[in-house]
């Protein structure tokens, strides 16, 4: 038996290409502490994190800068929480930054 996360992470090995989309906030009640799977995922597989995002206020969609997890989860999480600081999603009172 194997985790999810680690699954995903022995894909990106067997791919010259291989992207995944995986959205940590909640959706059904507001939850600061976003779920942590997208970056473990990343850290196992040593690939970046591409912090896209969908602003529901701007009607506007797109990409920024590739984050590399630095094994300081802590830290590592308040950046990415930083950069969609200003980003409304659908339901902004289930976001939290």
Known sequence: KTSLTDQIADEFAKHDSFCIGVTPEGTRK???D???GFYFIA?????????AY???AKKEVGYGKL???TGNL???MNAIKDYYKGVTGK???KFGV
């Open 30 to 32: 507001y939850n600061a």
């Open 34 to 36: 976003w779920k942590k």
């Open 43 to 51: 850290q196992k597989a040593n690939v970046p994190i591409v912090l």
């Open 54 to 56: 969908i602003d529901y």
């Open 67 to 69: 984050f590399q997890p």
């Open 74 to 76: 802590e830290a590592d």
């Open 91 to 93: 339901k902004p009172e």
